[in-house]
């Protein structure tokens, strides 16, 4: 990753966001109660997962179907508040919540003598289940173990669902093209120009063009901020959680 952690964490406006209401802490302020608002908040933040936990189930040892029922199956039952009793808020941080409770799940799934059946329950996650298996063919010449890839798997989904959401801002401002050449600038940007030949190709000067790359950086730093403090239940957090990306992605 050329990114450093600078780059993610430096200026005042990517220290500072202003941390609402999260949808972690929405999920484990629900009580018994459970809430349309709280069954949102916990789809969306699964939407973020359901790879990661497709990928540590393949690496387990399970094949392409059998991953694709069991990752199917076990949000079915999160979703139904299943699992949700054994949120720990001392623990914050949710990707570690939903890593114990999928071990947890897997286990209790393996001691039955036959894989669940396909399509038997309705699931408000969508999985891209030709997407998942191509991803995780990619990530055989890795070898790592499940945990690790989980751990990579989350860092990638999350900058992708960042690089995902700056992109469509620029799609609404109608500048598609004009992001597609600043993205080399962002994490896993491949083929960077230098500033001369992307001031030629912008129609600006290179004065102008660093400026604008210093906000086009900055907005993604926020929003990948923001990512991040949907999955933690505290403000102080966010930045462990950055740097501990950073690591992942170092490795």
Known sequence: MSETREDLT????????????????????????????????????????WYPLYAYTRRQGASVEDAQDLTQEFFARLLERNYLDRADPNK???????????????ANQRERARALKRGGRVVHIPLDDITAEKRYQLELSTPVTPDKLFERAWALTLLERVREQLRD?????????????????????????????????LGTNEGALRTEL???????????????????????????????LIEIMRE
């Open 92 to 106: 914050g941080k949710f990707r570690w919540f939903l890593l114990g409770a999928l071990k947890h799940f897997l």
């Open 10 to 49: 430096s200026t005042a406006e990517a220290r500072s966001p202003v941390f609402a209401t999260t949808r972690w802490t929405v999920v484990l302020s629900a009580g018994e109660t459970p809430s349309a608002q709280q069954a949102d908040a916990l789809a969306q933040l699964c939407q973020t997962y």
């Open 169 to 201: 801002q620029f799609e609404k401002a109608g500048k598609r093209e004009r992001f597609e050449t600043l993205a080399s600038f962002l994490p896993g940007g491949h083929e960077k120009k230098s500033y001369a030949d992307m001031a030629v190709e």
């Open 214 to 244: 210093h906000r086009f950086k900055a907005a993604y730093r926020q929003l990948l901020r923001t990512e991040i403090a949907h999955t933690v239940s505290a403000p102080a957090e966010v930045d462990e959680e950055l740097r501990h």
